[in-house]
């Protein structure tokens, strides 16, 4: 394993291998040619690349993966010293002071001895410390846009939880999640699309509402879903594979029962 001035070196290597891809002379013309706008999507994509290889336990992934996640880190920093905005150093520095000020208890003189209520308790009060300095001062403001809907759901719905809009328990959410499907089911009946549409993100938004009172992650939760079911999906191909035919050729029943039979192989084998 590296030792920290090695880290420090590889850091600096890589920095300077985005300076030379970004030189407008020498450089790659897809790198010039990039700015933060295109760059994120590439941001966002890598972040799921690496939780995707912990999910998957590919340990001997993951490194080139939080490789790639950091390179979008001095991508972005080396086109903002372009720009005289920031350079690396700063965005480093940006988390290191506020990871010591976000733990008193560790890098202040505030006694570690609380319970896990409390530290939340804590954590937020010095949150919103950080946000009023920033100008964020409704109880919403600062939950990024850019968040997979799911997520920036719950973060919404735990901001206003803090101030006291909740429900309190997890039986109220599946009573309002009865009556959002109604409403979903009557949208769909009488109404157009943009009210079916409307009335579908409110139920999905009810969902998100009960991960969170149940203490489950719904983007976690519909990623294991989705792999489920291309696993299954698999199993099924394979199926009609043996028989020298593909999905296309067979019908609902029949897949349905080759469904059936891969999730009752599943359980089986545990």
């Known amino acids: 394993m ?27 013309p897809w790198d010039i040619e990039q700015d933060f706008a295109s760059i994120a999507p590439y941001t966002i994509e890598e972040a799921h690349e690496v939780s995707d290889a912990i999910d998957r336990k590919a340990w001997d992934e993951l490194p080139g993966e939080l490789g790639d996640l950091l390179l979008q880190v001095v991508f972005h920093a080396q086109m903002a010293q372009e720009q005289g905005m920031f350079d690396f150093a700063d965005c480093a520095a940006a988390i290191s002071d506020k990871l010591i000020f976000r733990h008193p208890h560790v890098f202040g003189d505030e006694s570690r001895d609380k319970s896990a209520e409390q530290q939340v308790k804590d954590w937020e009060a010095i949150k919103a410390v950080e946000r009023a300095g920033k100008a964020e001062r409704g109880t919403l403001d600062g939950v990024a846009l850019g968040l997979p809907a799911l997520t920036r759901a719950v973060k919404l719905q ?113």
């Open 158 to 270: 735990n901001r206003a939880a803090r101030v006291g809009f909740d429900w309190p328990d997890a039986a109220n959410v599946l009573d309002k999640i009865a009556e959002e499907t109604a409403e979903l089911v009557e949208a769909r009946d009488h109404l157009g699309p943009d009210e079916l549409e409307e009335e579908f993100g409110d139920l999905l938004f009810v969902m998100a509402n009960l991960a969170r009172h149940l203490k489950i992650d719904p983007e976690q939760a519909l990623r294991r879903a989705n792999t489920k079911f291309t696993r299954r999906f698999q199993a099924i191909e394979a199926a009609l594979a043996s028989d020298n035919r593909r999905p296309e050729d067979s019908d609902l029943i029949e897949m349905d029962r080759l469904w059936d039979q891969a999730k009752l192989a599943e359980k089986a084998t545990g």
């Open 2 to 28: 590296a030792d920290s001035k090695n880290a420090g070196a590889e850091i600096a290597r890589l920095i300077d291998i985005m300076v030379e891809l970004r030189d407008p002379k020498t450089g790659c």
